[in-house]
């Protein structure tokens, strides 16, 4: 079955989230330095990622294009609507924004990631969903951890998880028909770098350090692939 792993996923997301939903009453100061953990362990995670790029002028031009595009079409407020209006559905007024940034938060946190792209391809290439189940076990124990401070918006991050790592899946099952294998791996180191880099913003964002418009960076995840099709070919 293609879409196993990401299935298990899906799940473990829930159940980390439900779970983490018995423990909102945590002192502040207790859910403010988990917090700084988890946005330390963000920020290594990210730069582990960053540094297998083998060509950094294409990380560059990728979070550059998808900037503009980002920015032009407003990715991030559209996010943040969304999370909202799932909010106005479940919650008061005064707790939209919360849900919102639990959503778009732990959306951006497990969505974006080598583990998500290889994990899917692995799963609809060969079949295997063993890196898709260890990430499920990892985004289980991080979705407990973001509901005890950023509340149950988090589980509605489960449907951009399950959307976005089974399309991968689905496409794998023909990619191999479609592009060398050479271009393949090449592809996901760069897509992993700029993943990276957009990881350690989520790091610096739940620091506090910064505050950067990561929903507006997001196409680079997508223009990375033709910016690195042009530079394969030249």
Known sequence: MVLFGTLV???????????GLFFTKIPERYKETVM???????ILIGLQMAFESDGIIIVLLSL???AIIGELI????????????IGSKFTTTNDNFSVAQGFVTASLIFVIGAMSVIGALDSGIRGDHEILITKGVIDGFVALVLTTTLG???????????VYQGSIALFATQIEKWLPEAFLNGLITEVTA??????????????????IRIGNLLPSI??????YYIYYII
């Open 9 to 19: 996923n899906g799940v473990l997301i829930v159940v980390g989230s439900i779970l």
């Open 36 to 42: 700084h953990g988890i946005g330390l362990a963000v």
């Open 222 to 227: 997508f223009t990375v692939a033709l910016i």
């Open 152 to 162: 149950f918006g988090v589980v509605f991050s489960v449907v951009p998880v399950v």
């Open 74 to 85: 407003h990715l991030e407020e559209g996010l943040n609507r969304l999370g909202t209006w």
């Open 64 to 66: 550059l294009s998808g």
């Open 194 to 211: 700029v993943g990276g880099l957009l990881i350690v913003a989520i790091g610096f964002n739940l620091l506090k350090v910064v505050t």
